[in-house]
């Protein structure tokens, strides 16, 4: 199983970017996929997580309304759109696979079995 995150970089606060998780080695369409960040001296976080199908996505309350999680299992991928940046947004953010039964979507890290490299994103103020 390779997760292969990309789309990270530096954008200033307030403005947007989408980050990408391209899966492989796996059927995606049975995984629930999620998005964790590592901020600089702090323990990793959910950020925000999709059950197989799309139709659940629960989100950190400190990501709520600002980001949006989705997938394309025809594309193998799932995306992250991060609109109104914040310099606390700041971190490695990691994408997470995990195999599930129907429309459970793990919220734990502790949960998910397959991990990718993590893509760097700088929110400046």
């Known amino acids: 199983v390779q997760l292969q995150a990309s789309g990270g970089g530096l954008v200033q606060s307030g403005g947007s970017l989408r980050i990408s998780c391209a899966a492989s080695?796996?059927?995606?369409?049975?995984?629930?996929m999620a998005w964790f960040r590592q901020a600089p001296g702090k323990e990793r976080e959910f950020v925000a997580a999709?059950?197989?199908?799309?139709?659940?996505?629960p989100y950190a309350d400190s990501v709520k309304g600002r980001f949006t999680i989705s997938r394309d299992n025809a594309k193998n991928t799932v995306y992250l759109q991060m609109n109104s940046l914040k310099p606390e947004d700041t971190a490695v953010y990691y994408c997470?696979?995990?195999?599930?039964?129907?429309?459970?979507?793990?919220?734990?890290?502790?949960?998910?079995?397959?991990w990718g490299q993590g893509t760097l994103v700088t929110v400046s103020s």
């Open positions: 997470a696979a995990k195999s599930v039964i129907l429309t459970h979507t793990p919220t734990r890290m502790d949960e998910y079995t397959e």
């Open positions: 080695g796996l059927t995606f369409s049975r995984y629930a």
């Open positions: 999709v059950s197989r199908s799309g139709g659940s996505t």
